[in-house]
């Protein structure tokens, strides 16, 4: 069952106290808070009430007041800027980590589809490489993973610790 929707007159009037209360607290009106005020659904006051959100509701919100000199930074926005510095080094630091091993892994999974392949041409393969690959087959899974990486030439000093493994 559909509820009827108000009409102009109670919408203009939830309009006007929204801006009163804002103004009263000292922020900045919105249209969520009219909808709240009403109990309409965001698109359903926007498929019926948009003109009155251009005519009578935008042109009555107060500018913002922008200070007009730029202003020092303050201890906390250095502290604010430092801090997403250092998230941000750390986020490319973890991207690079994640990269690793997501190598790491897609070469597992291909030594592990193929094994019997493997095996087979690495008696075949020059003896430098024959030796590293039975080195890797013959090796238990963490010295596996560990003679892989080796042979990539990654520091292992580079690869974070993943707890719990």
Same mark, same amino acid.
């Given at each position: 069952?559909?509820?009827?929707?108000?009409?102009?007159?109670?919408?203009?009037?939830?309009?006007?106290?929204?801006?009163?209360?804002?103004?009263?607290?000292?922020?900045?009106?919105?249209?969520?808070?009219?909808?709240?005020?009403? $109990?309409?659904?965001?698109? +359903?006051?926007?498929?019926?009430?948009? $003109?009155?959100? $251009?005519?009578?509701?935008?042109?009555?919100?107060?500018?913002?007041?922008?200070?007009?000199?730029? +202003?020092?930074?303050?201890?906390? $926005?250095?502290?604010? !800027?430092?801090?997403?510095?250092? =998230?941000?080094?750390?986020?490319?630091?973890?991207?690079? +980590?994640?990269?690793?091993? !997501?190598?790491?892994?897609?070469?597992?999974?291909? !030594?592990? !589809?193929?094994?019997?392949?493997?095996?087979?041409?690495?008696?075949?393969?020059?003896?430098?490489?024959?030796?590293? +690959?039975?080195?890797?087959?013959?090796?238990?899974?963490?010295?596996?993973? =560990?003679?892989?990486?080796?042979?990539?030439?990654?520091?292992?000093?580079?690869?974070?610790?993943?707890?719990?493994?």
């Amino acid at each position: 069952m559909k509820r009827a929707l108000p009409g102009t007159e109670t919408v203009k009037a939830a309009i006007d106290t929204v801006l009163a209360e804002a103004a009263a607290r000292g922020r900045r009106p919105t249209v969520t808070a009219i909808e709240r005020l009403l $109990d309409i659904p965001h698109a +359903t006051f926007h498929r019926h009430y948009a $003109d009155l959100i $251009d005519v009578h509701f935008r042109p009555r919100i107060p500018a913002l007041a922008r200070p007009a000199t730029p +202003t020092e930074p303050s201890g906390s $926005d250095v502290r604010t !800027e430092a801090n997403l510095s250092r =998230l941000r080094k750390e986020n490319t630091d973890l991207r690079r +980590t994640l990269a690793l091993y !997501e190598e790491a892994i897609r070469q597992l999974a291909l !030594e592990n !589809e193929r094994p019997a392949q493997r095996r087979h041409r690495s008696s075949t393969a020059p003896p430098q490489q024959a030796r590293a +690959t039975r080195a890797v087959l013959n090796a238990t899974p963490s010295r596996r993973r =560990l003679a892989w990486i080796r042979s990539l030439g990654v520091a292992l000093s580079r690869l974070p610790v993943i707890k719990g493994s």
